[in-house]
């Protein structure tokens, strides 16, 4: 799952997996996490019990995360 945020509510200094670097408070983002297949069929994906997995990014970062070593 991939959720873009604006950065307005963001008030956490948050590291950056792609590029090590800080994502300060108010700067734009993207959070995301892994999303997980159920055995049911009214909620094939399970994206609440992988929370402690969200990680935050540069949308930039998270753009180009193929191109990375």
Known sequence: MVRALT????????????????????????????AYARDSDLEPWDVESSADRRRHWHTTCWRSRDRRR
């Open 7 to 34: 950065g307005s509510a963001t008030g956490k200094t948050y590291r950056c997996p792609g590029c090590d670097q800080e994502i300060r408070p108010g700067t734009p983002h993207v959070v995301t996490w892994p």
